[in-house]
């Protein structure tokens, strides 16, 4: 049974996305932690050793592209399945043909692209000849394996993990189309860098949408022609990406300025309880292309530096926004990030926790060499024992109020605090408890 494969010619009435669809590892961008020099991915590949495997990730990675460069370099009969076309009869036709390869030395890859959109059945119908090796089976998905992939045919697979796209990414892969002859290397076209990223941001991490967008704005480009060589130039204009993305172009320059002045107006509008402005701030940054995951990072660190124990929920719900966001992505995940800015912006707040840090830091800079005193040091050996190791430890448990009187600071540094408890929130709770153990501590002083 023949099978229409996804792989077929490429012609120039093919879309820029399938002609600029990479050929071999070196064209092919993103995942190296996959395919980077040395990677397992790419010794599988190069040395023609694949198994059956599992691609995983958001459209537009490079999944299917992966495939078609390992259709390129194996030996192997390569059978490409659609979820949509093929039936049962049709898989077990193929699997029967694959047996008849097998029996005479030769090697079967299947590739299903959308694996989870197969039903049971039609998954079934490929196990048995992956568990006897008739067939060495590539899926590709968008959605977790863990719950759209049948378990006995998963754990016969590797499953790799392909990450979305950084702007970088994007902006590489939109700067080939437009110097390869395959895309637009044989015309003349002027675009800027501030288009070029404004078109990796708007493609959100999808080389899909990247050059489908291009090629939009490249034909409705200005057209002019020199009109002595007669050559005609296309320049494709900011205007010409926001007609054609109905996307207006906001200022934002991930690595200048205008990212530090952004992340900057979201912490401290957090930091002074106007949750209005919080939310305007992150969707700024959000409509402008920023990754997800670094706001997530600094929304985690502001629970703790600007929240703290004033409100101990705060970093536990920032922690669950940054997984979602890693879980889920973009645009899905804006709205997690809402709910911890907006949680953050109106938390109490305390800087205690970064001030206890910084004084300690500073004290622990300027006396790097203060021993650890004896009590509290590990004794694993007798020679330890010996030297005193350990010598004079209380284990607090065991005592009536569960606090021993025991010294924990260096000699120099007895007596010092770094804790200063606020009174907003839930810390005026942890000032009293830290106040009482200080009260204990004095009274118990020997």
């Known amino acids: 049974m023949s099978q229409i494969s996804i792989f077929e010619q490429e012609n120039n009435n093919q879309p820029l996305a399938a002609r600029m669809r990479p050929r071999n ?7 190296q932690h996959l395919v980077g020099e040395g990677k397992v991915l790419r010794k599988l590949i190069e040395q023609d050793r694949i198994s059956s495997m599992i691609f995983w990730g958001p459209p537009g990675v490079g999944k299917t ?12 009969q390569f059978i490409t399945f659609s979820a949509v076309t093929s039936g049962i009869k049709q898989i077990k036709e193929v699997m029967q043909q694959a047996d008849r390869m097998t029996a005479v030395g ?9 694996i989870h959109r197969f039903n049971k059945a039609q998954q079934d119908a490929f196990l048995p000849f992956v568990e006897k090796g008739s067939i060495i089976l590539i899926g590709a998905t968008t959605e977790n394996p863990s719950f759209e992939v049948n378990g006995a045919l998963l754990s016969r697979c590797k499953v790799f993990v392909l990450q979305q796209l950084t702007q970088d990414d994007i902006a590489q892969l939109i700067r080939n189309a437009i110097n390869d002859p395959r895309g637009f290397g044989d015309q003349d076209i002027r675009i800027g860098d501030d288009v070029i990223n404004a078109l990796a941001g708007f493609a959100n991490g999808d080389a899909r949408t990247a050059l489908s967008t291009l090629e939009m704005v490249i034909l409705n480009g200005e057209t002019s022609t020199d009109p ?16 054609c993305t109905s996307k207006k172009s906001l200022l934002y320059d991930k690595h200048g300025e205008e990212h530090y002045n952004l ?14 402005a919080a939310v305007y701030w992150l969707a700024r940054m959000l409509e402008s292309g ?9 929304v985690t660190r502001f629970a703790a530096e600007d929240v703290g124990l004033a409100d101990p929920r705060a970093l536990e719900l920032s922690v669950a926004a940054f997984q979602a966001c890693h879980l889920i992505g973009p645009p899905e995940c804006n709205v997690h990030l809402t709910e911890a800015v907006i949680y953050n912006a109106l938390a109490p707040k305390s800087n205690a926790m970064e001030v206890a840090y910084m004084e300690a830091a500073a004290d622990a800079n300027k006396q790097l060499a203060e021993p650890v005193p004896l009590q509290i040091r590990n004794a694993p050996t007798q020679l330890m ?3 005193d190791y350990g010598k004079g430890y209380i284990y607090a448990h065991d005592t009536e109020d569960k606090i ?3 010294e924990c600071l260096p000699e120099s540094l007895r007596g010092t605090e770094y804790y200063h408890p606020g009174n907003q929130g839930f810390e005026p709770r942890f000032k009293e408890r830290y106040e009482a153990i200080k009260e204990w501590r004095q009274k118990h002083k020997k």
């Open 228 to 243: 002595e060589t007669g050559k005609e130039t296309i320049t494709v204009t900011t205007e010409n990406f926001e007609q």
């Open 25 to 31: 590892l070196s064209e092919y961008v993103g995942q």
């Open 290 to 298: 920023e990754d997800p995951m670094y706001i997530a990072r600094r």
């Open 106 to 114: 030769a090697k079967t890859i299947v590739f299903i692209d959308e």
């Open 263 to 276: 992340i900057s107006a979201l912490h401290k509008s957090m930091r002074n309880s106007d949750a209005d």
């Open 404 to 406: 021993a009187d025991m």
């Open 385 to 387: 024992k010996d030297l």
């Open 65 to 76: 592209t992966l495939a078609q460069i390992i259709a390129g370099s194996t030996d192997a």
